[in-house]
């Protein structure tokens, strides 16, 4: 039906940048809240920033200006810039989008990439 395909992790050091992108595919009608989490070791996925359709935003506290989350709805495509990353950004970042599929416009499912590491490390 739908897929997510997550790129840009990596390895980085502290005070550097690195971009992510989720692009998904399929049989989208529309995609409304784009989202990225993250879940470090041992912890639970926890939210970074979801931006809706209208462009209303959220970020979590600890991006603090940081990161920016932005979406291209002609590419169906998130994006988050990661600024500033430090070692306590280290974890497997997913996108999650909100999508209406073409053959059932009328429900909204929730999608999720397969995640990608970001490492930030001297």
């Known amino acids: 039906q739908v897929h997510l395909a997550e790129s840009g992790g990596g390895l980085v050091q502290p005070g550097g940048s690195l971009q992510l992108s989720c692009a998904a595919s399929?049989?989208?009608?529309?995609?409304?809240?784009m989202g990225w989490y993250r879940q470090a070791p041992g912890k639970k996925r926890e939210m970074v920033a979801v931006l809706e359709r209208d462009g209303k935003v959220m970020y979590a506290d600890f991006v603090k200006g940081r990161f920016t989350i932005s979406r291209d709805d002609n590419k169906n495509t998130s994006y988050l810039q990661m600024n500033g990353l430090q070692p306590v950004d280290t974890a497997v970042y997913y996108c999650n989008m909100f999508i209406r599929l073409i053959q059932s416009a009328d429900v909204l499912r929730a999608f999720w990439g397969q995640g990608v590491q970001v490492t930030v490390s001297s």
């Open positions: 399929g049989s989208i009608f529309l995609i409304q809240p």
